[in-house]
Antibody, heavy 115, light 107 residues
Framework: QVQLVESGGDLVKPGGSLRLSCAAS????????MSWIRQAPGKGLEWLSYISSRDNTIYYTDSVRGRFTISRDNAKNTLFLQMHSLRTDDTAVYYC????????WGQGTLVTVSS | DIQMTQSPSSLSASVGDRITITCQASQDIGNSLNWLQQKPQKAPNLLIF???NLETGVPSRFSATGSGTHFTFTISGLQPEDFATYFC?????????FGPGTTVDIK
C-alpha cells in the first residue's frame, strides 16, 4: 500500500537549518509530482512547494522561496526539503504529499523553531 | 494568488444530519479542487478529487459539486467518525491554496 514517511523534524534555533526527508513506498515514486505542505499549531494548511517527477518543474510559495529547497532522489524513492534561515513562524508539522493535489499524505514531522 | 474562502468555519450537527460546506475561489479554477478530511493529530485524507469525484474507498454519503469559483461538499447522514475538520484545496494555479477549514462537531 502507499506509504509516505517523513523524518528529520527537530527543535532548531532561529536562523538555523534543517533537512526533512520523505520516504515513499507502494507506488512508482518516479511517476509522480510530490509536494510539501505544513500546518502551524492550531492553524490551517499551507502548501509550500512541489517538484515534478523528473525535477524540471519546481514551484515555491512566497513565504519559503529563497530559504527552502525541494529535491528528490528517484533511485531512493525519497523526497527532501532543505530549510535554511528558519524563523519562529516556520514552526509547524510538515507533511509530504503525493501529487500537486495531495492525493495521499504522510503523517508529518514536527519542526520547532525556538531559541 | 488564488484565495479560497470556506464557510461555515464551524458547525454543530447530530448523527444522521445532512450538512453542506462551501468553498469559493477568487478566480476560475475549473474543477481543480479537492476536499480533504482531517481528524485531530492526524494527516489530512483525500475524500473528493476534481471537484466531484469520490476517492476510492470513501463512503457514498460524501459528495461534492461545483466548478469555476463555487463548490459545495455534502455529507448525507453524518456518522460518528465524520466529526472532523474539512478543507478544500485548489490545485489549478500555484501556489496551491487551501480553504481555512470547517470544523464539524457534535451538537
Amino acid at each position: 500500500q502507499v506509504q509516505l514517511v517523513e523524518s528529520g523534524g527537530d527543535l532548531v534555533k532561529p536562523g538555523g537549518s534543517l533537512r526533512l526527508s520523505c520516504a515513499a513506498s507502494g507506488f512508482d515514486f518516479s511517476d509522480y509530482y510530490m509536494s510539501w505542505i505544513r500546518q502551524a499549531p492550531g492553524k490551517g494548511l499551507e502548501w509550500l512547494s512541489y517538484i515534478s517527477s523528473r525535477d524540471n518543474t519546481i514551484y515555491y510559495t512566497d513565504s519559503v522561496r529563497g530559504r527552502f529547497t525541494i529535491s528528490r532522489d528517484n533511485a531512493k524513492n525519497t523526497l527532501f526539503l532543505q530549510m535554511h534561515s528558519l524563523r519562529t513562524d516556520d514552526t509547524a508539522v510538515y507533511y509530504c504529499a503525493r501529487g500537486g493535489d495531495g492525493d495521499f499524505w504522510g503523517q508529518g514531522t514536527l519542526v520547532t523553531v525556538s531559541s | 494568488d488564488i484565495q479560497m474562502t470556506q464557510s461555515p468555519s464551524s458547525l454543530s450537527a447530530s448523527v444522521g444530519d445532512r450538512i453542506t460546506i462551501t468553498c469559493q475561489a477568487s478566480q476560475d479554477i475549473g474543477n481543480s479542487l479537492n476536499w480533504l478530511q482531517q481528524k485531530p493529530q492526524k494527516a489530512p485524507n483525500l475524500l473528493i478529487f476534481d471537484a466531484s469525484n469520490l476517492e476510492t474507498g470513501v463512503p457514498s454519503r460524501f459528495s461534492a459539486t461545483g466548478s469555476g469559483t463555487h463548490f459545495t461538499f455534502t455529507i448525507s447522514g453524518l456518522q460518528p467518525e465524520d466529526f472532523a475538520t474539512y478543507f478544500c484545496l485548489q490545485y489549478n494555479t500555484p501556489p496551491f491554496t487551501f480553504g481555512p477549514g470547517t470544523t464539524v462537531d457534535i451538537k
